[in-house]
């Protein structure tokens, strides 16, 4: 059965730093390109970054460009979400996703994580 679980979350002061995992099973987790996605309160879903199933393309939303580092282990079976630079405006649900078979043709998720909290504030 597919699992993705997001860990790391918590509160955290501007100008801080957290580091998100995902935790995934179930399937071959290197064969897969995976994203993370957020929600802010009262928001809709924001794409902020993703890689590809061996880590050697990534890409990130204008809004984390520089700050936020996505990486994975495929050893491991894990995502993570280096968080760097942290702002008030990145408190968020982060959602952890894995990408369908076709993703850089369609864009389209087909396993969510749970998510977890990232609460920047003083």
């Known amino acids: 059965q597919v699992q993705l679980v997001e860990s790391g979350g918590g509160l955290v002061q501007p100008g801080g730093s957290l580091r998100l995992s995902c935790a995934a099973s179930?399937?071959?987790?290197?064969?897969?390109?995976t994203s993370w996605v957020r929600q802010a309160p009262g928001k809709g879903l924001e794409w902020i970054s993703d890689?590809?199933?061996?880590?050697?393309?990534?890409y990130y939303a204008d809004s984390v460009k520089g700050r936020f580092t996505i990486s994975r282990d495929n050893a491991k079976n894990t995502l993570y979400l280096q968080m760097n630079s942290l702002k008030p405006e990145d408190t968020a649900v982060y959602y952890c996703?894995?990408?369908?078979?076709?993703?850089?043709?369609?864009?389209?998720?087909?396993?969510w994580g749970q998510g977890t909290q990232v609460t920047v504030s003083s």
């Open positions: 996703a894995r990408g369908s078979g076709s993703y850089y043709v369609t864009f389209q998720y087909d396993y």
């Open positions: 179930g399937f071959t987790f290197s064969n897969y390109a």
């Open positions: 890689i590809n199933s061996d880590g050697g393309r990534k």
